[in-house]
């Protein structure tokens, strides 16, 4: 992974900028020490110093950095608008490598979908339902703003070529608001139909470098094929998906916890670099798009798709302990709420483990683990996600054990040895206790999911997971449109960030309404975009 951290964004020595064109020079806005450039007035702050001289300068009228969600989501509106002049420079080597391209599905209501299913359940409700669920620790005109654009977001889709299908209530949250994607790399029906629409996307060019003049963003500089390229903008907006892949940033946000990034490898805190180096100020919020499919440990295969089956009884809501063999959540959570709830709690562990009786999990050759234990009701995310048995049952059950993430015993206090787990036995007798008086008098979960450990197998098998997320959720405060706030609450003007580095739009933990994150995204890049319109037809 590109291994970045805070602590040397900054690093390096002062050059003056080169190769800009336009009356105007070019600078960084930081308070940091400045010195003045020998061959015009311009200011080159010590914060900007990487900054290179360029061989390419590219004029346009926005220029947005990602090609994610928000990124697509803005340079459709900006065109929609009448902007002239949209550049799209993005990391990602072509449309189908982002999280936008992999994500299942998004959120919504007031729908096609949600019409035919019956559900009165309006936008303003999921408003009210979503400011509450973030106690209003996010810009609620923000929120609100992009929550009233949801609907006209899956008709944009469907404008785009990208086609949904409403889908049942995961998270058991009272209504329907998942739509899942149906058209399979929709990235590619996506830059079809923006390309047609005359937006440029530049592939391969990370950006390294906001642009200033004076006060004001001006441009980005990027890097392609060996070239560096000065793009003059009349507006910026950043959006290159958070800081997932970055694990230096991970640790300073959670300490020692292995947080294995199942999204981009591309989403290396660039954004929030860039944005923060010149004067942005990050907001307060720091979350994760929790891994909702499967557990997941670094010493396998860290592919959502391609991953051990035997990693989805992280989420079978049976017996979790932490590395000292102890419980620390009420496992219920999660089997059931794993991005809102349960997740959340795994980032107090470094890593977790699921315990299981030999004879339950041979079951699973053959039936799920959810029919085994009565299909509960309560349980809807097992109805579509966990309802099979497990494929490929010896195979992966050797490959788990071969790669050292499944251990197993004799007995309980052998399975303890073997995976380090001290307190295992005690626990597990204090366990069977509660299951057999039919109370979880330590965590409360519910009594579906009391199932015994120790039955008489001949083997039992603790399972070892690391917390995993998709993405991160945090970044710069900005205002309700999307624009980026100092630290004196000004705006840093022509500067915007949409998606998921958007510090002021996502909460902690994740919402618990389905396909959040990329509703949001794609919300705010249009919110970005509508006031970057209005803003550059000012100036």
């Not at 973030?134 to 006209?152: G, I, Q, S, Y």
């Not at 900005?478 to 580095?501: H, K, M, Q, R, S």
Request: proline letters at 3%.
């Amino acid at each position: 992974m590109v291994e970045l951290t805070r602590r040397n964004f900054l690093a390096g020595t002062g050059v003056a900028l080169a190769g800009i064109t336009g009356a105007a020079a070019l600078s960084s806005c930081s308070n940091n020490t400045s010195s003045k450039s020998a061959d015009s007035n311009m200011t080159v702050d010590d914060a900007v110093s990487g900054i290179k001289e360029a061989t390419q300068t590219r004029n346009v009228d926005i220029v947005i950095v990602g090609s994610g969600a928000a990124g697509c989501f803005a340079a459709y509106e900006a065109k929609k608008q009448g902007v002239e002049n949209v550049l799209v420079v993005t990391k990602s080597g072509g449309p189908m490598d982002s999280n936008f391209n992999d994500i299942t599905g998004t959120c919504a209501v007031e729908t096609e979908g949600t019409k035919v299913i019956g559900q009165d359940f309006t936008l303003a409700d999921l408003y009210q339902h979503m400011i509450a669920f973030a106690h209003w620790t996010v810009d609620a005109r923000l929120l609100h703003k992009c929550v009233m654009m949801l609907a006209e977001d899956i008709d944009i889709l469907s404008e785009m070529g990208v086609e949904t299908q409403i889908l049942g209530d995961r998270y058991n949250v009272g209504f329907t608001v998942v739509h899942g994607f149906t058209t399979q790399n929709k990235g590619v029906p996506i830059e079809n139909f923006l390309t047609d629409k005359g937006i440029e996307f530049m592939y391969g060019a990370p950006a390294t470098h906001i642009l200033m003049n004076g006060d004001k963003a001006a441009g980005v500089q990027c890097e392609q094929d060996g070239e560096v390229i000065n793009v003059n903008a009349k507006a910026v907006l950043i959006c290159t998906g958070g800081y997932m892949a970055n694990e230096e940033m991970l640790n300073e946000v959670y300490g020692g916890v292995t947080v294995v990034n199942m999204g981009s490898p591309n989403n290396t805190g660039d954004g929030q670099r860039m944005v923060l180096e010149v004067g942005g100020m990050e907001d307060r919020i720091h979350g994760l798009g929790m891994n909702d499919i499967y557990g997941m440990n670094k010493k396998s295969t860290i592919s959502v798709f391609n991953a051990n089956p035997f990693m989805q009884l992280a989420f079978y809501g049976g017996l979790v302990t932490g590395p000292d063999g102890r419980r620390f959540v009420n496992e219920y959570m999660l089997a059931q709420q794993p991005m809102s709830g349960g997740g959340e709690a795994t980032l107090h562990q470094q890593r977790y483990y699921a315990i299981f009786s030999g004879d339950v999990v041979n079951t699973m050759k053959d039936s799920s683990y959810y029919a085994s234990i009565g299909s509960p009701a309560v349980w809807t995310s097992a109805a579509t996600m966990f309802n099979a048995p497990l494929a490929d049952f010896d195979t992966n059950l050797q490959r788990g054990i071969e790669e050292g993430w499944i251990f197993q015993g004799a007995t309980i206090e052998d399975l303890a040895e073997a995976a380090g787990l001290a307190n295992l036995p005690e626990t597990v007798k204090d366990y069977d206790a509660m299951v057999a008086a039919g109370e979880d008098t330590e965590f409360y979960k519910r009594a579906e999911f009391l199932q015994p450990i120790e039955d008489s197998s001949a083997v039992y098998y603790a399972f070892e997971y690391n917390p995993s997320a998709f993405n991160t959720f945090g970044g710069a405060r900005t205002d309700a449109n999307c624009c980026v706030l100092d630290a004196t609450f000004n705006p840093i003007d022509g500067l915007y960030v949409a998606g998921v580095e958007n510090g002021s739009l996502y909460c902690t933990p994740y919402y618990d309404c389905g396909g959040s994150c990329s509703g949001l995204a794609m919300a705010s890049g249009r919110v970005a975009a509508q006031h970057m319109t209005t803003y550059i037809k000012e100036i």
